[in-house]
């Protein structure tokens, strides 16, 4: 229990679906994270969210759209998705971003198949 | 470019002792992460190194050559549960985290 909830753990959409993972942590941390996990590659930071302000979207395509109401809960809205957006979509959490995330805080994932 | 290094999978057996490199080549640099993954899990936290030398915790142990843009991760008495992933992430100088693509260990009673 890393105290990061992830729901759905698996999801499985057509390219057409409209779908939403969420996160939610109970650590008090003020930044949230996406990011993205393929096999055999290095993980992907998709967003970052401080104090509820987003910080960070590492050209992500427009398919993906983050929402933070508040720093305890993260979604991640997906619609028109790509076969090769199959992943691990992992949320994490830290007590900030300055001077670096310093530990982070992982989620179990969300593991999207999109046919 | 910014790249983090890590061997792919390495197998090792139960009650032995295990060394997983990482090297780095990154704009800056203010600290290296190692991270264990267990299979259908989150990753969790294992050490942080910012200085060289090495920190140990436990069975686990993490050295850190800054000149040599080198750490390694060490395990000793290997036990089937330290089956995992390892993921090697260094903060540049913008204090942003880079990863490497983790490296599986497989252990074999």
């Known amino acids: 229990e890393t105290g990061v909830t992830q729901t759905p753990r698996h999801l499985v959409m057509g390219m057409t679906n409209k779908k939403s993972l969420k996160c939610e942590q109970h650590l008090g941390h003020n930044a949230m994270y996406w990011y993205k996990q393929s096999a055999k590659k290095p993980l992907e930071l998709m967003f970052v969210?401080?104090?509820?302000?987003?910080?960070e979207n590492n050209s992500v395509p427009s398919r993906f759209s983050p929402e933070c109401p508040n720093s305890s809960h993260l979604f991640l809205h997906l619609h028109t998705l790509q076969p090769e957006d199959s992943a691990l979509y992992l949320c994490?959490?830290?007590?900030?971003?300055?001077?670096?995330?310093?530990?982070?805080?992982f989620g179990e994932g969300s593991r999207l198949t999109v046919l | 470019g910014q790249n983090i290094d890590q061997p792919t999978e390495m197998t090792a057996t139960e009650g032995a002792i295990v060394q997983i490199n990482c090297t780095y080549q990154t704009s800056g640099f203010n600290g290296l992460f190692w991270y264990q993954q267990h299979a259908g899990e989150a990753p969790t936290f294992l050490s942080y190194?910012?200085l060289d030398g090495l920190e140990e915790k436990g069975r686990f142990s993490s050295f850190l050559s800054r000149s040599k843009g080198y750490s390694y991760l060490l395990l000793k008495e290997l036990q089937m549960k330290d089956s995992a992933s390892y993921l090697c992430?260094?903060?540049?100088?913008?204090?942003?985290?880079?990863w490497g693509a983790g490296t599986k260990l497989i252990i074999k009673p």
């Open positions: 994490a959490s830290s007590q900030g971003t300055s001077g670096g995330p310093g530990e982070l805080f």
């Open positions: 190194n910012v």
């Open positions: 992430a260094v903060m540049d100088s913008n204090y942003q985290l880079i």
């Open positions: 969210y401080n104090f509820k302000e987003q910080t």
